[in-house]
């Protein structure tokens, strides 16, 4: 499609697709959005990452590489259009990023190698995010302002908070972005951070993120609350909101932008809602298995662009063949890395400190 | 034989069905699922929750005020530190209104490790419960006991927390339940929810009867004159296990207690035994700075220092500020078996 | 005013007046609605009363007849107006009442003579809230379904659900009505309250309601809250919701009125936020001295009274003498009265248990 | 002297003009009223947040994460129980990330009775406290101990605790902090607001200089061959006062040391102690069951059981749901000068 052909209302999309140096000649319309094939392309790509080093993981759960797997097959989309939109970096100046346990796909886009993912699920020394102490998916990366996810539901609403001060603070145009689930919305902490990042003349720029699958382990989200939309739940205190189907990675990335353009230019907060699939059931502790019933967006995406050509089927079995090799190599190779020691488990408990007698350096058991 | 979680589930079944339960409710605590840990399977009363913590001990309390029968599960008590206040409320509440108003509520929460749980699916929470004046804390550790201490707390008109260790949930018992089918396979058939679709699933509830483990009221699992060893929960099997080993190794014969009731404890029991053995160890899995062990301890020594004939020991989880998920975690800072075993050799033989 | 000169869109509120057996000879009218003068009379003697009461408590505050004094002066419209309105009676059938520590015109409008709470205030073994134990105002009467009165902010809230959960059952019309303050409603709890008040197809009679009297101790709520209305987070809920200004009896009357009303029939939450003074400060803590620039309540009320023709000066000075010899009274008649003894510290900590070997009655110290 | 309040509020100036202390916050805590008991007042990074304490604690623990250094107040620890999720996540971020983060936030909260605060102004802190692994929890019992403490605090870079005992808050210390007038009405003067309209007013802020008092270091107050009395907090100065008058009237002389640090503790200067006298009395006002002073004695039972002469005395608050508002209520339910003088009399003169 020749520039000329763009119609009017997509003009600041060419512009935008100029900047990102790519030749605007494709697009893929969807939800009433249009968004670049090599923009598409990427997201795709990504999408199958993240799917494959899923599975691969869930495999791991089964296979006794590691024992317990929860993660996001279902939430590729999401994760991908925001991991690609992060001002990465450490600091104010950059974005902080308070997430919950779904977020591969946010992560392998901001760079994140597979193999970091790998270590914490078979729990090896060289897991970088917690030593082999955490759940898989619990990343904590100070270089890129991910802060240690926790899996206390909720409480990453109101950390975010603090971080967005500093932010606000900085005048960089950096956002603090927190992710959660649609039924921990009902904690206060979702409440809590409405509240302090509307603060009237303090308002600072969260971003909440609410992820909709529509359950809560077992228990589907109608039979609890009356909202219509979680997003709503902004209105009274002043914050824009929106919501978004989260099974269209076109109509997603394009929320994404609006609501991180807000929280960038206006140092306000923003809330979106995107539904989401819930592909393999709570965790695995519900047996991880992959559920009917429930739209792929990895293959209503692949489809979207088979169907307008942007890619061939050929195309996409190599980055799915690709990508399962990827993940595979990951998981071979933490299999033989070391695991923590006895004498690590005191390791990292408190931070050295010149105005402590007992632990001028770290924890090393009761006083003596 | 039933196992604990199953022994819960009759219990409730009981209490729903004879003692005037009303509400069963917690975190998929209701159909479909019946609790993450299945407690709540084919329970006629049985409810889901919004996610809040809060909101559930908050309904609790208002069930009770208006006269129901309430039994909540927080679905982890690693996720019972965001609302102590409201469980101090509600341990208060009888008190700061000079008996106007009871609070007859029941909690039930999975405890401890060894599930493989990593830093949020193994904490403890006797330390933090035996704190909460007002209410009565008991921790089975096997199936009868779990039976009879559900029903103890049901029938209570205060506010009781029953910890269940979530490491024993699927450990059979080996005494029945009266009314239990002797046969456990049939006892499953009839009340574990089949895997998949269970919309037309019924329980076909065995006729269990009354059975009930007063609160204050310890068990002597094993009896011996060399030394004491106080324990309950996850740690007691071990603890029987280890003290039956000293026996046929050394010929070391103890008592082992079941304590069952946390708050108030067998302190009957507990004397007696210390007065006849002048050794004490205490055994738990919580970690140990200003854990329920020490005060089981400070009782002891202030009232029977000259009883002692060794200096006593804690074997408790080292104050750390979790239980990380690899395996070496745990074993390094949770109580083994070796450690309670080389402990228990120690208490015995120490020169008096 | 004769019954036909009342306006056609006041009609029922003459039905209504005659249900009351009174008869509708004279009306208040103010923020647009109307009540009719006995009702309003009622209500300023009531509101008299609650005047005086607090202004004695206080007076007991400062002459160390008791320790600290916290209260409602300038919340007496709500308050009286919302005592008149219950339900009263024990168990389910009737309204169930989770207060904060403004109440005492609520209580005093339920028929609570002046020396219950009096006693509370001079910590006597005859207060039948509390055993001298709790601070004024922290009632607990269980033949009226006055749940004890917490200090912990805003967990009313959370036990309102439970009450009502019981109402809805019983198919009474009974209401379980939870009081507290703007600031409060930071609190998470306040979420909670909502988000099960309204749970589809589960939905209970609570009736929310805010006195919002700009403050939370010190701090102004403008600078910490953006709602326009704290009443506003209902609507995402689907629950219904109104605010008034509760320096206006009449109108506040009305508010009330509609909102007992949908919970009675429809068996469903509203939210109803008053505008309320707050003419003593905080609490003692801040010396509970009369504050400037506060529209007071019983004043603007009674000039109301008076300019209608309904009050006359001298009949309204006969009520206030009235209500402050009585004020007095009370506090002469409990300053007398006994003591807690050190034997009554663990009473009641316990109810008597048939499944307790150690505790089969009451706490009585450590297990021995 | 400075109070032991106008000590905090001296050490949150000099934290916040010279170690880099950028946020002081809590309910009430910024203009115009400055803190409900005045230790936040004047201070220039000191703001007002909404009424909850989650958000509080969390908002404290991004403002961390982001570099920040936040010293947060809860009003009153009584109203710190719907947060202890959140305190535990502090404490265990570091251990948890394996060090990718540190916590580098300061909680300040005023504890304990002894201020007529009925129900829910009288709760004491330290067992729940103590119980926060990752955290080191302080407790001054004078005001210089209060600027040393307040001090450590701000630069270590661990999540800090200080609990303020209430009822000292208003009571003068005996030792200038350095850089502090000599003349107490001068200081208050300076930094001290003006009862009514404050619009307009600012502090006259002494140049007070650095001071720590490092973690982990105790205070021996009083020594003497005879016992050894533990303390810290509101009943410290109890405890030294009822020690004088018991070398005054029975010249018996003790040990008393004020523990200033709750975690870590000062164990070499405990287990000296211990060692010399052989007679130990533990003394706070919490509540008895499962106490940090229990923890304590269990240090000193399974470390120095041989070296004790007779048993040692815990002094305690009662295990009780609340303390009433009537006298009679706190002076039978938490520890009286009396209860102090006779356990440490019956302590000093028991049979060995
Ligand atoms: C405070 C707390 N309570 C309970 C849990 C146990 N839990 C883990 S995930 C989960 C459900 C979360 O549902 P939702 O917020 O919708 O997120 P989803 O898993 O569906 O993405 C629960 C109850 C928890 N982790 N934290
Ligand atoms: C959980 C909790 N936090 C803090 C306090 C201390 N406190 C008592 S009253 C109050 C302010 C309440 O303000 P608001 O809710 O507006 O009610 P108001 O007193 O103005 O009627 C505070 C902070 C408390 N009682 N409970
Ligand atoms: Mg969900
Ligand atoms: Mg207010």
């Known amino acids: 499609m020749p520039a000329s052909d763009i119609p009017p209302n997509h003009r600041d999309d060419e512009e935008r697709s100029v900047a990102y140096g790519v030749k605007p000649s494709r697009f893929v319309e969807s939800g009433g959005e249009i968004l670049d094939a090599e923009r598409c392309l ?14 691969r993981t869930i495999k791991m759960s089964k296979s006794g590489e590691g024992y317990f797997w929860v993660g996001g097959p279902g939430e590729e989309a999401v994760n991908v ?9 450490q600091g104010p100046a950059f974005d902080y990023l308070h997430l919950h346990y779904r977020n591969a796909g946010l992560l392998l886009a901001m760079g994140m190698p597979m193999v970091d993912h790998m270590r ?4 090896t020394a060289t897991d970088r995010h917690s030593m082999g102490r955490n759940f898989v998916g619990h990343y904590a990366i100070a270089a890129w302002n991910v802060v240690p996810v926790t899996s206390v539901i909720e409480v990453q609403y ?41 603060r009237p003349g303090q308002e600072v720029p969260v971003l909440m993120l609410v992820t909709n699958n529509g359950y809560g382990i077992s228990t589907p989200a109608h039979t609890q609350h009356s909202e219509e939309h979680i997003s709503d739940r902004a209105t009274p205190f002043g914050i824009r909101s929106d919501n978004v189907n989260g099974n269209d990675p076109v109509a997603t990335w394009r929320a994404l932008e609006r609501a991180f353009n807000y929280c960038r230019r206006s140092r306000r907060p923003y809330m979106l809602e995107a539904a989401v699939s819930r592909l393999h059931g709570h965790s695995s502790s519900s047996g991880a298995a992959r559920v009917g019933g429930e739209p792929d967006v990895v293959k209503i995406f692949e489809d979207q662009l088979i169907g307008s050509g942007i890619l061939h089927r050929e195309l996409a079995e190599m980055i799915r063949h690709d990508a399962a090799e990827e993940a595979d190599a990951a998981a071979e190779q933490v299999a033989t890395e070391p695991r923590p ?13 010149p105005v402590d007698a007992i632990y001028p350096d770290d924890y090393t058991g009761l006083p003596r | 034989m039933a196992t604990l979680v199953q022994a819960v589930r009759l219990a409730l079944h009981y209490g729903e069905t004879h003692l005037g339960v009303t509400d069963i409710f917690g975190e998929d605590v ?15 009363t049985a409810w889901n929750t919004p996610l809040d913590e809060r909101g559930i001990v908050g309904a609790a309390m208002g069930l009770a005020l208006a006269g129901a029968k309430p039994v909540f599960e927080i679905q982890f008590c690693d996720y019972a530190f965001n609302m102590i206040d409201m469980l101090k409320v509600a341990g208060n509440l009888r008190w700061s209104s000079a008996g106007a108003y009871e609070m007859p509520i029941v909690m039930m929460v999975p405890t401890g490790a060894g599930i493989r749980g990593s830093i949020y699916h193994s904490h403890s929470y006797e330390s933090q419960a035996t704190r909460l004046a007002g209410w009565k804390i008991a921790m089975p550790s096997d199936a009868l006991d779990a039976y009879g201490l559900m029903l103890s707390a049901i029938v209570d008109p205060n506010p009781v927390m029953v910890l269940l260790p979530k490491a024993l949930l699927r450990v059979k018992g080996d005494k029945l339940i009266p009314g239990e089918p002797s046969d456990p396979a049939e006892l499953s058939r009839r009340i574990d929810a089949p895997v998949g679709d269970r919309s037309n699933w019924q329980p076909d509830w065995p006729d269990v009867r009354e059975y009930f483990v007063p609160f204050g009221s310890g068990e002597l699992m094993r009896e011996g004159p ?41 302190w009957p029991m507990i004397a007696r035994s210390v007065r006849k053995t002048g050794r004490v160890m205490i055994v738990n899995e919580d970690t140990e700075v200003t854990n329920f062990g020490e005060h089981l301890l400070r009782r002891i020594v202030e009232e029977h220092f000259y009883d002692l004939l060794v200096r006593p020991r804690l074997v408790q989880g080292k104050h750390l500020p979790g239980i990380g998920l690899n395996p070496v975690y745990e074993s390094n800072s949770v109580p083994q078996p070796d450690h309670i075993r080389s402990a228990l050799l120690a208490l015995a033989t120490d020169p008096a």
């Open chain 1, 120 to 123: 914490q699920m078979a729990m």
């Open chain 1, 341 to 353: 020691l006895p004498s690590d488990v005191e390791k990292h408990t408190y931070a050295p400190s």
């Open chain 1, 158 to 198: 109101t950390m975010a908070i603090g971080t967005a001060m500093v932010q606000k603070r900085f005048e960089s145009d950096g956002v603090s972005v927190a992710v959660g689930g649609d039924a921990g919305t009902a904690q206060g902490d979702f409440s809590s951070c409405m509240i302090w990042a509307s």
């Open chain 2, 30 to 44: 209701g159909p479909p699922l019946g609790g993450v840990f299945t407690a709540t399977q084919g329970l006629k």
């Open chain 1, 81 to 89: 259009c925001l991991g690609l939109m992060i001002k990465k970096g």
């Open chain 2, 226 to 266: 060399t030394a004491t060893v106080l324990s309950y929960g996850r740690l007691l099997p071990v603890c029987v296990q280890v003290a039956d080993e000293l026996r046929q190794s050394h010929g070391i014969e103890c008592d082992v207690i079941d304590l069952r009731s946390l708050f108030p404890y067998d």
């Open chain 1, 42 to 55: 990427e997201i795709y790509r990504l999408m199958v990452r993240t799917r494959a080093l899923e599975e």
